[in-house]
Protein backbone atom coordinates (compact mmCIF):
# COMPACT_ATOMS: atom_id res chain seq x y z
CA UNK A 1 0.00 0.00 0.00
CA UNK A 2 1.18 3.57 -0.72
CA UNK A 3 1.96 6.41 1.82
CA UNK A 4 -1.08 7.91 0.43
CA UNK A 5 -3.27 5.11 0.73
CA UNK A 6 -2.17 4.51 4.38
CA UNK A 7 -2.49 7.90 4.90
CA UNK A 8 -6.37 7.56 4.12
CA UNK A 9 -6.72 4.56 6.23
CA UNK A 10 -5.11 5.90 8.93
CA UNK A 11 -7.33 8.71 8.76
CA UNK A 12 -10.44 7.12 8.96
CA UNK A 13 -9.18 5.26 12.16
CA UNK A 14 -8.61 8.54 13.80
CA UNK A 15 -5.19 8.02 14.48
CA UNK A 16 -3.71 11.29 14.41
CA UNK A 17 0.07 9.92 15.54
CA UNK A 18 0.32 7.86 12.40
CA UNK A 19 -1.12 10.67 10.12
CA UNK A 20 1.12 12.81 11.41
CA UNK A 21 4.01 10.81 10.84
CA UNK A 22 2.67 9.43 7.25
CA UNK A 23 1.85 13.33 6.31
CA UNK A 24 5.69 13.99 6.78
CA UNK A 25 7.04 11.00 5.26
CA UNK A 26 5.02 11.21 2.05
CA UNK A 27 6.30 15.13 2.00
CA UNK A 28 10.14 14.11 2.69
CA UNK A 29 8.87 11.97 -0.06
CA UNK A 30 8.30 14.83 -1.89
CA UNK A 31 4.70 14.21 -2.44
CA UNK A 32 3.11 17.82 -3.11
CA UNK A 33 0.80 18.88 -0.19
CA UNK A 34 -2.05 19.29 -2.98
CA UNK A 35 -1.93 15.33 -3.44
CA UNK A 36 -1.15 14.46 -0.13
CA UNK A 37 -4.43 16.84 0.83
CA UNK A 38 -6.83 15.41 -1.78
CA UNK A 39 -5.95 11.93 -1.93
CA UNK A 40 -5.04 11.58 2.00
CA UNK A 41 -6.92 13.21 3.89
CA UNK A 42 -9.97 14.45 2.40
CA UNK A 43 -10.81 11.09 0.49
CA UNK A 44 -10.17 9.29 3.85
CA UNK A 45 -12.70 12.01 5.62
CA UNK A 46 -14.82 11.81 2.32
CA UNK A 47 -14.81 8.08 2.77
CA UNK A 48 -15.45 8.72 6.53
CA UNK A 49 -18.48 10.10 5.86
CA UNK A 50 -20.21 8.15 3.49
CA UNK A 51 -19.84 5.37 6.11
CA UNK A 52 -21.50 7.88 8.92
CA UNK A 53 -23.76 8.23 6.94
CA UNK A 54 -24.87 4.86 6.27
CA UNK A 55 -24.51 4.44 10.15
CA UNK A 56 -21.56 2.23 10.24
CA UNK A 57 -19.88 4.64 12.12
CA UNK A 58 -20.96 7.10 14.65
CA UNK A 59 -20.36 10.21 16.01
CA UNK A 60 -17.07 9.39 18.27
CA UNK A 61 -15.20 7.87 15.24
CA UNK A 62 -15.87 11.36 13.18
CA UNK A 63 -14.59 13.41 15.62
CA UNK A 64 -11.67 11.56 16.46
CA UNK A 65 -10.85 11.44 12.71
CA UNK A 66 -11.60 15.34 12.32
CA UNK A 67 -9.00 15.63 14.94
CA UNK A 68 -6.55 13.76 13.22
CA UNK A 69 -6.85 15.51 9.78
CA UNK A 70 -6.48 19.11 11.77
CA UNK A 71 -2.94 17.84 13.11
CA UNK A 72 -2.43 16.63 8.92
CA UNK A 73 -3.64 19.86 7.72
CA UNK A 74 -1.77 22.10 10.34
CA UNK A 75 2.02 19.99 8.97
CA UNK A 76 0.81 20.85 5.74
CA UNK A 77 -0.44 23.83 5.69
CA UNK A 78 2.54 26.31 4.86
CA UNK A 79 3.47 24.01 1.84
CA UNK A 80 -0.06 24.66 0.85
CA UNK A 81 0.01 28.35 1.23
CA UNK A 82 3.22 27.45 -0.72
CA UNK A 83 1.48 25.88 -3.82
CA UNK A 84 -1.11 28.53 -3.84
CA UNK A 85 -3.84 25.52 -3.18
CA UNK A 86 -7.14 27.67 -2.59
CA UNK A 87 -10.03 26.85 -0.86
CA UNK A 88 -13.37 25.79 -3.07
CA UNK A 89 -15.06 27.96 -1.59
CA UNK A 90 -16.01 29.85 1.78
CA UNK A 91 -18.52 28.93 4.46
CA UNK A 92 -20.16 30.52 7.36
CA UNK A 93 -21.89 28.46 9.73
CA UNK A 94 -23.49 28.74 13.34
CA UNK A 95 -26.23 27.49 15.47
CA UNK A 96 -29.28 29.98 15.72
CA UNK A 97 -29.99 32.04 18.24
CA UNK A 98 -31.26 31.12 21.51
CA UNK A 99 -29.55 27.66 20.82
CA UNK A 100 -26.91 25.92 22.01
CA UNK A 101 -26.34 22.58 20.72
CA UNK A 102 -23.40 22.59 18.54
CA UNK A 103 -22.34 19.31 18.14
CA UNK A 104 -23.90 18.06 14.81
CA UNK A 105 -23.05 21.94 13.56
CA UNK A 106 -19.35 20.95 14.36
CA UNK A 107 -19.77 18.12 12.36
CA UNK A 108 -21.21 20.01 9.36
CA UNK A 109 -17.89 22.10 9.82
CA UNK A 110 -15.80 19.59 9.37
CA UNK A 111 -17.18 17.69 6.66
CA UNK A 112 -17.46 20.94 4.57
CA UNK A 113 -13.42 21.64 5.67
CA UNK A 114 -12.79 17.91 4.57
CA UNK A 115 -14.48 18.56 0.94
CA UNK A 116 -11.77 22.26 1.11
CA UNK A 117 -13.92 24.73 1.88
CA UNK A 118 -12.84 27.67 4.27
CA UNK A 119 -15.35 27.67 7.11
CA UNK A 120 -15.57 30.51 9.66
CA UNK A 121 -17.81 29.05 12.81
CA UNK A 122 -19.82 31.67 14.20
CA UNK A 123 -20.17 29.32 17.07
CA UNK A 124 -23.89 28.96 19.08
CA UNK A 125 -26.36 31.45 19.85
CA UNK A 126 -25.81 33.39 16.75
CA UNK A 127 -28.07 36.26 16.26
CA UNK A 128 -29.36 37.25 13.02
CA UNK A 129 -27.96 40.65 13.51
CA UNK A 130 -24.56 38.51 13.84
CA UNK A 131 -25.20 36.38 11.05
CA UNK A 132 -25.95 39.47 8.06
CA UNK A 133 -22.82 41.38 9.70
CA UNK A 134 -20.65 38.18 8.83
CA UNK A 135 -21.89 38.06 5.67
CA UNK A 136 -21.52 41.74 4.60
CA UNK A 137 -17.94 41.08 6.09
CA UNK A 138 -16.56 38.04 5.10
CA UNK A 139 -18.68 37.44 0.99
CA UNK A 140 -18.86 33.60 1.74
CA UNK A 141 -20.58 31.51 -0.74
CA UNK A 142 -22.67 29.97 1.84
CA UNK A 143 -24.28 30.31 4.92
CA UNK A 144 -25.29 27.24 6.61
CA UNK A 145 -27.47 27.12 10.15
CA UNK A 146 -28.09 25.12 12.43
CA UNK A 147 -30.90 24.73 15.04
CA UNK A 148 -31.98 21.44 17.15
CA UNK A 149 -34.92 23.13 18.97
CA UNK A 150 -38.51 23.77 17.81
CA UNK A 151 -38.46 26.64 19.47
CA UNK A 152 -35.74 28.09 17.97
CA UNK A 153 -35.69 26.70 14.42
CA UNK A 154 -37.80 29.98 13.00
CA UNK A 155 -34.93 31.80 13.89
CA UNK A 156 -34.08 30.91 10.21
CA UNK A 157 -36.19 32.40 8.48
CA UNK A 158 -35.70 35.46 10.38
CA UNK A 159 -32.59 35.39 9.16
CA UNK A 160 -33.01 35.06 5.46
CA UNK A 161 -35.67 37.93 6.09
CA UNK A 162 -32.81 40.17 7.44
CA UNK A 163 -30.25 38.76 4.65
CA UNK A 164 -33.00 39.97 2.34
CA UNK A 165 -33.54 43.82 4.46
CA UNK A 166 -29.96 44.02 3.91
CA UNK A 167 -29.92 43.07 0.23
CA UNK A 168 -27.60 40.14 0.89
CA UNK A 169 -30.05 37.44 -0.05
CA UNK A 170 -29.42 36.83 -3.58
CA UNK A 171 -25.23 37.19 -2.67
CA UNK A 172 -25.52 33.86 -0.50
CA UNK A 173 -26.80 30.34 -0.75
CA UNK A 174 -28.50 29.50 2.34
CA UNK A 175 -28.64 25.92 3.48
CA UNK A 176 -29.76 24.74 6.72
CA UNK A 177 -30.31 21.63 8.87
CA UNK A 178 -30.77 20.25 12.29
CA UNK A 179 -32.77 17.66 14.01
CA UNK A 180 -36.44 19.60 13.64
CA UNK A 181 -35.77 21.02 10.09
CA UNK A 182 -37.32 19.21 7.31
CA UNK A 183 -37.58 19.66 3.50
CA UNK A 184 -40.77 21.34 3.70
CA UNK A 185 -39.59 23.38 6.01
CA UNK A 186 -36.70 24.68 3.99
CA UNK A 187 -38.84 25.35 0.93
CA UNK A 188 -41.45 27.28 3.55
CA UNK A 189 -39.08 30.16 4.96
CA UNK A 190 -37.07 30.19 1.52
CA UNK A 191 -33.91 28.35 1.83
CA UNK A 192 -31.58 26.97 -0.96
CA UNK A 193 -30.90 23.35 0.54
CA UNK A 194 -32.04 21.47 3.58
CA UNK A 195 -29.92 18.22 4.10
CA UNK A 196 -30.55 15.52 7.20
CA UNK A 197 -26.61 14.81 8.09
CA UNK A 198 -23.17 16.43 7.81
CA UNK A 199 -21.84 14.27 4.63
CA UNK A 200 -24.74 15.37 2.19
CA UNK A 201 -24.60 18.84 3.34
CA UNK A 202 -20.80 18.89 2.30
CA UNK A 203 -21.61 17.18 -0.91
CA UNK A 204 -24.60 19.48 -1.41
CA UNK A 205 -22.24 23.39 -0.66
CA UNK A 206 -19.71 21.30 -3.29
CA UNK A 207 -23.02 21.57 -6.31
CA UNK A 208 -23.34 25.33 -4.98
CA UNK A 209 -19.49 26.35 -5.69
CA UNK A 210 -18.74 24.01 -9.11
CO1 LIG B 1 -30.73 19.17 24.02
N1 LIG B 1 -32.45 18.80 23.20
N2 LIG B 1 -31.54 20.60 25.08
N3 LIG B 1 -28.98 19.34 24.82
N4 LIG B 1 -30.27 17.59 23.15
C1 LIG B 1 -32.49 17.81 22.16
C2 LIG B 1 -32.29 18.46 20.80
C3 LIG B 1 -33.92 17.18 22.32
C4 LIG B 1 -34.50 16.57 21.04
C5 LIG B 1 -33.89 16.17 23.51
C6 LIG B 1 -35.26 15.60 23.80
O1 LIG B 1 -36.02 16.20 24.47
N5 LIG B 1 -35.56 14.44 23.30
C7 LIG B 1 -34.73 18.43 22.85
C8 LIG B 1 -35.39 19.28 21.78
C9 LIG B 1 -36.88 19.12 21.74
C10 LIG B 1 -37.47 19.97 20.68
O2 LIG B 1 -37.24 21.14 20.57
N6 LIG B 1 -38.29 19.33 19.88
C11 LIG B 1 -33.66 19.15 23.62
C12 LIG B 1 -33.92 20.10 24.64
C13 LIG B 1 -35.37 20.30 25.00
C14 LIG B 1 -32.90 20.81 25.29
C15 LIG B 1 -33.05 21.85 26.39
C16 LIG B 1 -34.19 22.84 26.23
C17 LIG B 1 -33.16 21.06 27.71
C18 LIG B 1 -33.43 21.90 28.92
O3 LIG B 1 -32.60 22.66 29.33
N7 LIG B 1 -34.63 21.74 29.45
C19 LIG B 1 -31.68 22.55 26.39
C20 LIG B 1 -31.66 23.73 25.43
C21 LIG B 1 -30.41 24.52 25.54
C22 LIG B 1 -30.33 25.50 24.41
O4 LIG B 1 -29.91 25.15 23.34
N8 LIG B 1 -30.78 26.71 24.67
C23 LIG B 1 -30.82 21.45 25.86
C24 LIG B 1 -29.47 21.32 26.18
C25 LIG B 1 -28.64 20.32 25.73
C26 LIG B 1 -27.20 20.11 26.18
C27 LIG B 1 -26.45 21.43 26.43
C28 LIG B 1 -27.23 19.31 27.47
C29 LIG B 1 -26.62 19.20 25.05
C30 LIG B 1 -25.95 19.99 23.93
C31 LIG B 1 -24.45 19.93 24.00
C32 LIG B 1 -23.83 20.49 22.75
O5 LIG B 1 -24.36 20.48 21.67
N9 LIG B 1 -22.62 20.97 22.95
C33 LIG B 1 -27.90 18.58 24.50
C34 LIG B 1 -27.92 17.42 23.71
C35 LIG B 1 -26.59 16.70 23.55
C36 LIG B 1 -29.10 16.94 23.10
C37 LIG B 1 -29.32 15.62 22.35
C38 LIG B 1 -29.35 14.53 23.41
C39 LIG B 1 -28.30 15.25 21.30
C40 LIG B 1 -28.08 16.31 20.22
C41 LIG B 1 -26.87 15.94 19.41
O6 LIG B 1 -25.80 16.51 19.58
N10 LIG B 1 -27.02 14.91 18.56
C42 LIG B 1 -30.72 15.88 21.66
C43 LIG B 1 -31.55 14.61 21.56
C44 LIG B 1 -31.30 13.90 20.26
O7 LIG B 1 -31.07 14.52 19.22
N11 LIG B 1 -31.35 12.60 20.34
C45 LIG B 1 -31.24 17.04 22.39
C46 LIG B 1 -25.91 14.41 17.75
C47 LIG B 1 -25.72 15.33 16.54
C48 LIG B 1 -24.63 14.74 15.66
O8 LIG B 1 -26.93 15.35 15.81
O9 LIG B 1 -27.21 17.86 16.07
O10 LIG B 1 -29.03 16.44 15.01
P1 LIG B 1 -27.60 16.70 15.25
O11 LIG B 1 -26.85 16.92 13.87
C49 LIG B 1 -27.06 16.03 12.79
C50 LIG B 1 -28.13 16.49 11.82
O12 LIG B 1 -29.21 17.14 12.45
C51 LIG B 1 -27.38 17.33 10.83
O13 LIG B 1 -26.06 16.77 10.81
C52 LIG B 1 -25.80 16.04 12.02
C53 LIG B 1 -25.44 14.60 11.65
O14 LIG B 1 -24.67 14.44 10.57
N12 LIG B 1 -27.23 18.77 11.01
C54 LIG B 1 -27.12 19.57 9.93
C55 LIG B 1 -27.15 19.52 12.11
N13 LIG B 1 -26.98 20.78 11.78
C56 LIG B 1 -26.96 20.86 10.44
C57 LIG B 1 -26.79 21.93 9.56
C58 LIG B 1 -26.81 21.67 8.18
C59 LIG B 1 -26.98 20.39 7.69
C60 LIG B 1 -27.13 19.32 8.55
O15 LIG B 1 -26.67 22.60 7.23
C61 LIG B 1 -26.30 23.85 7.55
Redesign the pocket.
Known amino acids: MSTIEQLSEALQRGNAKEVTALVQEALDNGVTAQRILDEGLLKGMGLLGVR??NNEVF?PEVLIAARALNKGVELLKAKLIEEGVKPIGKVI?G?VK????????N??KM?MEGAGFSVIDLG??VSDESFVEAVKTHQPDIL?????????MNQMETVINALSSAGLRDKVKV???????TQSFCEQIGAD?????????AETAKTFVS
Open positions: FKVITGDLHDIGKLVMVDAMSALLTTTMIGGAPIAYTPDAASA
